[in-house]
């Protein structure tokens, strides 16, 4: 028997399916892990890493409800994932947008974090970057969030995205040069 860690998705799908309690574990916890690195590339933005943690549990919860019922239709099952993933970050996102900003208590000593500038500049970058991405299409900002911010190889995002592995890498290819006019197009406007 091959070990769980080494295991792909599917293979974990497979011995879940067949009440094998371990393989379960396995792979919800597998499937956790791609839910809250993509929920944490796409929700950076708002700053709420308690946010991702719960994206990901109800990713988790909803892939352990689907398993019985689990159409395989030759597809990846990152690609299933993925879809559930992108449904529950956009609720998250629309929630957060909705909701009031909550107002920490003053801490009693010196906070021994960033300093209010690093702040300022490493929130500044980062929207920057959110900005820049906004501006691709949306297909070339999900392939980047997802070859990039996650990790996936070509084919399983051209799975996920149904499109084929050459046209994932050329739309990648256009994304990062869009991105290199835009900063040139930025830093030239700034000198």
């Given at each position: 028997?091959?070990?769980?860690?080494?295991?792909?998705?599917?293979?974990?799908?497979i011995?879940?399916?067949?009440?094998?309690?371990?393989?379960?574990?396995a792979?919800?916890?597998?499937?956790?892990?791609?839910a809250?690195?993509?929920?944490?590339?796409?929700?950076?933005?708002?700053?709420?890493?308690?946010?991702?943690?719960?994206v990901?549990?109800?990713?988790?919860?909803?892939?352990?409800?689907?398993?019985?019922?689990?159409?395989?239709?030759g597809?990846?099952f990152?690609?299933?994932?993925y879809?559930?993933?992108?449904?529950?970050?956009?609720?998250?996102?629309?929630?957060l947008?909705?909701?009031?900003?909550?107002?920490?208590?003053?801490?009693?000593?010196?906070?021994?974090g960033?300093?209010?500038?690093?702040?300022?500049?490493?929130?500044?970058?980062?929207?920057?970057?959110f900005?820049?991405?906004?501006?691709?299409?949306a297909?070339?900002?999900?392939?980047?969030?997802?070859?990039?911010?996650?990790?996936?190889?070509?084919?399983?995002?051209?799975?996920a995205?149904e499109?084929?592995?050459?046209?994932?890498?050329?739309?990648?290819?256009?994304?990062?040069?869009?991105l290199?006019?835009m900063?040139?197009?930025?830093?030239?406007?700034?000198?």
């Amino acid at each position: 028997m091959v070990p769980l860690d080494t295991q792909t998705l599917r293979e974990l799908l497979i011995a879940a399916r067949s009440s094998d309690g371990p393989a379960t574990d396995a792979l919800l916890a597998r499937v956790r892990l791609l839910a809250l690195r993509y929920a944490r590339a796409r929700l950076g933005r708002f700053g709420v890493e308690d946010v991702a943690q719960d994206v990901a549990q109800e990713v988790c919860l909803a892939v352990y409800s689907a398993l019985a019922t689990y159409d395989d239709r030759g597809l990846p099952f990152e690609a299933f994932v993925y879809s559930i993933t992108a449904r529950k970050v956009a609720d998250a996102q629309r929630s957060l947008m909705r909701a009031p900003a909550p107002v920490a208590e003053l801490p009693e000593g010196e906070d021994p974090g960033r300093t209010p500038e690093e702040e300022a500049v490493l929130s500044d970058d980062v929207s920057r970057a959110f900005g820049l991405l906004d501006r691709l299409p949306a297909t070339q900002r999900e392939i980047l969030l997802l070859r990039v911010a996650m990790g996936w190889k070509t084919d399983e995002t051209a799975a996920a995205l149904e499109m084929t592995p050459g046209a994932v890498r050329v739309a990648q290819h256009r994304a990062i040069m869009s991105l290199r006019a835009m900063l040139a197009g930025a830093e030239g406007g700034h000198s």
